[in-house]
């Protein structure tokens, strides 16, 4: 995409910069604190000491992630519970890979799931390295070096369980299953053609999910799993049918969400809380 000059700061944006700001900041925030939490599922359950202390601290970064998204959002006068505690769960915009519940007891489905979002994560960052607004170009250089040792633990990990008969038939199960609902994390809205117009990011979802593909099908086939490219129409968009019922990009999610969110706020509910403290501010912060 060509180089596009540097956006002002959140005060002095135009409706339509905003908008796409926003708008890319609340897919950024949701997917990170969404996934965050469901990783806490795991804790406690993994399958060995090591990697439930590796799921915990991934679980941790994701959540610092999602507050640094969170915290450029505050810029345009939301306040936490507003993005967070008290929000209608309909106007969430995270990818529906990010709600579905685990499978039970069934650590390959977490593997997988990680190796997909990651895998995504990466060619996102990647694409806001020279985005156009400086807030959100000073925040990637925090997030990348953690989300690369989230990739390498992904995919070890994903090595390690195609070892045995077993695991290889539970990562294919969990393959063909997540599949569809990974395709989500590229899914456009109304808001895109402005976010690469005005250089917020460097790379459309359609090319990054180009390379997605490459990459993760030809992983899982070096691996011994059944991977294909879904089928897509004559501008690159994915077909209706390859993509599951629920997307989350556009707010519509599966009913595990609702739940999901029911529980996260549960305790903010119960405790009567109209915000939602800090034990210590980030000394990064402006």
């Given at each position: ?10 005060n ?20 990170e ?7 806490t ?19 941790q ?39 579905l ?15 997909f ?10 694409a ?45 199960e ?26 917020l990011?460097?790379?459309?979802l ?17 691996i011994g799993?059944?991977?294909?490219a ?22 519509d ?16 509910r ?15 912060d402006?």
């Open positions: 995409m060509a180089a596009t000059e540097s956006l002002s700061g959140p002095d944006l135009d409706e339509r910069e905003r908008a796409a700001v926003e708008s890319l900041l609340y897919r950024l925030a949701d997917d604190f969404v996934i965050a939490d469901r990783y599922d795991w804790q406690v359950r993994a399958p060995t000491v090591e990697s439930d202390i590796a799921i915990a601290n991934i679980a970064d994701e959540l610092g992630h999602a507050r640094l998204w969170y915290d450029l959002l505050e810029d345009f006068g939301h306040s936490e519970p507003d993005l967070i505690w008290e929000r209608d769960p309909e106007t969430f915009r995270h990818s529906t890979l990010c709600e519940p685990f499978a039970e007891g069934d650590w390959a489905d977490a593997i997988v799931r990680s190796y979002y990651d895998e995504a994560e990466h060619l996102r960052l990647e806001l390295e020279e985005s156009s607004y400086p807030r959100i170009r000073d925040r990637v250089g925090k997030i990348v070096g953690e989300e690369g040792y989230h990739r390498e633990h992904a995919e070890n990990w994903l090595r390690r369980l195609v070892s045995g008969e077993e695991g290889r038939e539970r990562v294919q969990a393959v063909d299953e997540l599949f569809p609902y990974a395709l989500t994390l590229f899914e456009e809205t109304e808001d895109d053609e402005a976010i690469d117009d005005l250089g990011r460097t790379r459309t359609s090319a990054m999910r180009e390379e997605w593909i490459e990459t993760v099908t030809g992983t899982l086939t070096e799993i059944d991977a294909r879904p089928e897509t129409d004559e501008d690159g968009q994915v077909l209706t049918g390859e993509l599951p019922d629920h997307v989350g990009r556009d707010g999610h599966t009913d595990h969400w609702a739940t999901h969110y029911d529980e996260i706020t549960n305790t903010y119960e405790l009567g809380r109209d915000h939602a403290a800090r034990l210590m501010e980030d000394p990064d402006e």
